[in-house]
């Protein structure tokens, strides 16, 4: 009874997993879209930096079509290549001129459906078409498939979604009204430790928040998820008063986790000592609250949570608010983590510390309903790890944020060591097979990498920013 009630457990944990894995798959590679939106509504609408009449009509029409329109062929694309992508724009264009509110919840519903009904019409009928008519059919099939897509999505999928965003977005405002928006970090700062944020973030907050920027020019969604005040109080409390390894490295986890954004590097410090998460939560509402109170917001999403991109993200009038919605949100989490860490009785060595590391890539792993790989290097066959490496690629599911940390890194490594091999990161999503790869990935993200490049060298590692494979890497490049 048990085992079967926890099956059930890790299996809705993977199910929204997934779900915000294929989200932050289509928004997270436009990102630079909607940071350009940003700039453009602080700077030329009314209420802006510069207002400016000619240049702030460039706002609604990059709202309303362009960024609805990048995230379907982004998610066509991730399900079924170019194919997919053209045929998901089709139909989300239907649904874009079905509505009256930007549809970017449309664009992530319509953009993989096109990309999945191709995907199946391809296998059902790709091997029965005669041979010198595969184009003909190719395009045909795509473009009457795209064009009862957008039909029915004007007529239903549309006014479905609009009736849909505006009664998230009445909620939204009552909870903002009722003064129980602080209360969500109960559930927003728990979910990021355990990996479940981006079903939220992605999925509900950045397309409200887009919605309420339109219409007053800045929101407080926005900084919900991304505020880094929480985290900095942790690794504060473990720089004064941690021990041992968790103490030494907390300094540098402070940096990357406050100037990079990379949020992920403070989650083993909680999981030493669970009443950690108290603390977070206490940060998280302090921080909102705030916010609140001082009628903070930004123009867009502020991606990676790095206090640059979001001070970059905040509208005009209230860099003070969010900066003091960091500041307290870090000293209260500071506050709370100190006294915890001060009366704990746990003792904790530094082989607590690599455990909880680990730890925390295996929550990763069970929120994906996958098992933690083999702690082998190589996972490829004899002759993919046999060939010569040509070029290095960091995997992770977005292809954003730690992968590109990692792949700085070895970048350097790479470069003193005067060996010429391109590094590069990329979503698992958008790898090819390839000869002359070398992909390093995560441990729970290998086999998943493995199988999408069966062809190339599999390193896996615990952590992108700090792995002794890379040195072993480095020597490999050397002897081939």
């Not at 379907?72 to 874009?96: H, L, M």
């Not at 800045?218 to 004064?240: C, D, V």
């Not at 949100?329 to 100190?338: E, K, L, M, Q, T």
Request: with cysteine.
């Amino acid at each position: 009874m048990e085992q079967t009630v926890s099956k059930s457990k890790s299996g809705g944990k993977s199910s929204i997993q997934k779900f915000g894995t294929a989200l932050s798959g289509m928004v997270m590679p436009n990102i630079g879209a909607f940071i350009a939106w940003g700039i453009i509504t602080a700077l030329f609408i009314p209420d802006g930096y510069l207002p400016n009449e000619e240049l702030g009509s460039i706002v609604g029409p990059m709202l309303s079509y362009l960024l609805p329109t990048l995230i379907a062929y982004q998610g066509g694309y991730n399900v079924y290549g170019q194919r997919g992508a053209v045929v998901g724009t089709i139909a989300t264009f239907g649904v874009i001129m079905g509505s009256e509110v930007p549809m970017l919840i449309g664009a992530m519903a319509l953009g993989p459906l096109g990309g999945f009904l191709i995907k199946k019409f391809d296998q059902a009928f790709g091997d029965k078409i005669k041979t010198g008519l595969e184009m003909l059919v190719n395009n045909f099939s795509s473009g009457i498939l795209g064009f009862i897509l957008a039909v029915i999505a004007f007529y239903i999928v549309g006014p479905f979604v609009q009736t849909l965003t505006d009664v998230m977005g009445q909620g939204v405002a009552w909870i903002m009204n009722a003064g129980l928006l602080p209360l969500a970090n109960i559930f927003i700062e728990p979910a990021k430790i355990l990996f479940l944020n981006n079903a939220i973030n992605h999925g509900i907050l950045t397309p409200l928040g887009i919605e309420q920027a339109a219409e007053t020019g800045k929101s407080i969604l926005f900084l919900l998820e991304a505020n880094p005040g929480p985290g900095l109080g942790i690794l504060a409390a473990y720089i004064a008063f941690g021990k041992g390894a968790a103490k030494s490295s907390a300094v540098g986890a402070s940096v990357i986790h406050f100037i990079g954004g990379i949020h992920e590097i403070y989650f083993p410090y909680v999981l030493m000592n669970p009443l950690l998460f108290l603390a977070v939560i206490a940060g998280g509402i302090a921080g909102t609250f705030t916010n609140v109170i001082m009628g903070s917001g930004l123009v867009a999403a502020a991606s990676p949570g790095s206090i640059i991109a979001i001070l970059g993200m905040a509208a005009r009038g209230t860099h003070l608010g969010v900066i003091l919605g960091v500041l307290v949100g870090a000293a209260v989490s500071f506050g709370v983590a100190a006294l915890i860490l001060k009366t704990s009785k746990a003792k904790e060595s530094d082989e607590d510390f690599e455990a909880k590391v680990q730890e925390s890539q295996n929550l990763k792993s069970q929120s994906k309903g996958q098992t933690a790989a083999a702690p082998t290097p190589v996972m490829a066959g004899e002759t993919a790890g046999s060939q010569n490496v040509s070029k290095i690629i960091f995997a992770c599911d977005a292809g954003m944020g730690s992968s590109a940390m990692g792949a700085s890194l070895l970048r350097k490594k790479v470069k003193e060591a005067g060996i010429d091999v391109p590094v590069t990161n990329s979503s698992i999503s958008n790898l090819t097979d390839e000869e002359g790869l070398l992909i390093i990935t995560q441990k729970e993200l290998a086999e998943r990498a493995s199988q999408k490049t069966p062809s190339a060298v599999h390193v896996s590692v615990d952590n992108f920013l700090n792995s002794p494979k890379y040195d072993e890497v480095i020597n490999r490049l050397k002897n081939q």
